[in-house]
């Protein structure tokens, strides 16, 4: 058996950082997927790193919105039945957590992070020579309906509290910024200091590539055969078993059926989401991203085009990795209300490719060492947010494992506050 100071499972943005971290520790690291770092991982999403207020978690709680929710798409969120009994858990905690006081928490844990954000990235960024994928570009969230305008609302309180600069912007001002969107009666909220980037996925490939060149292992392997030895862990790769004292889960949606083998559980839901790309109209362009909550989408200008990502539903992370069929018409309506903001070309893409996202019922992600586990660590469900906090949570991750001054208050995140089994 090859012996690690540490195996990361999972090469998406999460692992990949945080198999630089520890790596920039002076652990010997081996980073561990089905698939190469960024190939399948990271995908379809809005190329934000986003700095705003705080965006509640737009999930219907309470039965009559779950139903609506599992029947309609109202909120623009759909549900996906076949998934309501998996999901009781995470609606009864996420209930709970509905109330003002825990956003105030959640917006305050998360604050410190947030704030090095983009920073951290570029940290990165500049060490893999990835720098070519930044953009400074802010982001417009459009505010169409009154639903918008309340969600608004929140963020701007916020933001406010946090030091987070926004900019009202009325039609005029809209069109002033993105000359080629159709005039618009709305107001949207501009948040200057929202970075997006071109490609997450060549973002992703970038940091493995380093992670690489610097000496770290990157392997094939299903985490499905992690086994707790007593004396650490141990793991089949295509190149034979390795083993460590410390296992970090980074594998997104993946997550439960490995805390399954271990007997843990936790109230995950899974938010599949999806994308595609439209070739640009001549004379037509967008210089950054726009989301528009009452149409269901955001628009990201990419390296491969117009990024349109909509059409979403929550469900089970069972049932998002493979058993929910896709929906071929999922982006239909995303389609007709971007194409009413602005005039997009063709498809680049056959049909549309979905990604998701990992939803924790308080709105903090899920970083720490599992208790009763030692060396059993877990980085995962962060939300909305994966892409642009990775860096950070790598950081505060590595922190935690070499038992360093943590860059943020790690007690929010610890995975003791849901675990059962
Ligand atoms: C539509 C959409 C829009 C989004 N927009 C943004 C945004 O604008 N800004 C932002 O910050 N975030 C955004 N996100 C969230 C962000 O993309 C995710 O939080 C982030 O990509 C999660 O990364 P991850 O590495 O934790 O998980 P993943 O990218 O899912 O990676 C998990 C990895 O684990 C591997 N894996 C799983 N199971 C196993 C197994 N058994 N064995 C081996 N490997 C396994 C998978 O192959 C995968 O490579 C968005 C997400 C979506 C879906």
Sequence with gaps: MRSFDAIVLGAGITGTSAALHLQGRGLRVALIDRDAPGEDATRGNDGLIGRDGYSALAVPLGLPGILAG????????????????????????????????????????????????????????????????????????????????ELAEVDRHFARILGVPYVDLDAVEIVRLEPHLRSLEEAA?????????????????????????????????????????????????????????????????????????????????????????FRAVSGVSLARPVTDQEGGFTLTPMERGLRLVGGTELMSPARALGAAPLRANALQRAGAAAKALLPLGSVVEERPAAGVRVFVPD????????????????????????????PAMARLLADLVTDMMPLADPQPYSPSRFLVG
Excluded at 134 to 148: D, E, H, M, Y
Excluded at 218 to 229: C, Q, R
Excluded at 368 to 387: A, I, K, N, T
């Design 189 to 277: 909220i501009y948040w200057p200091e929202s970075q997006s980037v071109s490609s997450p996925g060549g973002v992703t490939r970038a940091y493995g590539r380093l992670f690489r060149e610097r000496g770290g292992d990157v392997e094939i392997g299903d985490a499905g055969s992690l086994l707790d030895t007593r004396q650490g862990f141990a793991l089949r790769t295509v190149r034979g078993e390795v083993g460590a004292p410390i296992v970090v889960l980074a594998l997104g949606a993946g997550v439960s059926p490995v805390l399954a083998r271990f007997g843990l559980g936790l109230p995950l839901a899974a938010c599949r989401s999806y994308h595609r790309h």
């Design 70 to 149: 599992a029947l309609t798409r109202r909120h623009g969120l759909g549900i996906d039945s076949r998934s309501l009994p998996d999901l009781a858990r995470f609606f009864a905690e996420a209930r709970l957590a509905a109330r003002p006081s825990s956003a105030a928490r959640a917006a305050r844990a998360l604050a410190p992070l947030q704030a090095v954000a983009a920073a951290e990235h570029l940290a990165l960024a500049r060490a893999a020579s990835a720098l070519r994928f930044f953009r400074r570009t802010g982001w417009i969230k459009l505010l169409r309906s009154r639903r918008a305008c």
């Design 363 to 390: 709105q903090l992600p899920i970083v720490g060492e599992m208790p009763g586990m030692p060396g059993l660590w877990l980085s995962v469900g962060h939300m909305r947010d994966g892409f642009s906090l990775a």
